[in-house]
Nanobody, 122 residues
């Protein structure tokens, strides 16, 4: 089993930035692809970004391209999501996930954190 803990969420004004972190423990972190998802009340969990084991393959939701950057530090067992130029529609609970490959579906991932709230005000 892999345990994931997100941090770095908070309240920010539109146009501002936040950096989310996800610390992993348990199994070898470098053996997993990592993803970031987000969810708002009444909606299904939405793919945001994913990164392969070595960080070579990276994928983003179209609406966050150019604004968000996913990265990982395998030595620190941590994956990051740098979020710039935040918009109110980015408001959600953000979750990190670990899986075998960097796919975009919720069901493609095996382990999940408990989430961190990101709120973007106008």
């Amino acid at each position: 089993q892999v345990q994931l803990v997100e941090s770095g969420g908070g309240l920010v004004q539109a146009g501002g930035s936040l950096r989310l972190s996800c610390a992993a423990s348990g199994r070898t972190f470098s053996s997993y692809a990592m993803g970031w998802f987000r969810q708002t009340p009444g909606k299904e969990r939405e793919f945001v970004a994913a990164i392969s084991l070595g960080g070579v393959r990276i994928y983003y939701l179209d609406s966050v391209k150019g604004r968000f950057t996913i990265s990982r530090d395998n030595a620190k067992n941590t994956v990051y999501l740098q979020m710039n130029s935040l918009k109110p529609e980015d408001t959600a609970v953000y979750y990190c996930a670990a899986g075998r490959v960097p796919l975009t579906g919720v069901r493609d991932y095996d382990y999940w954190g408990q989430g961190t709230q990101v709120t973007v005000s106008s």
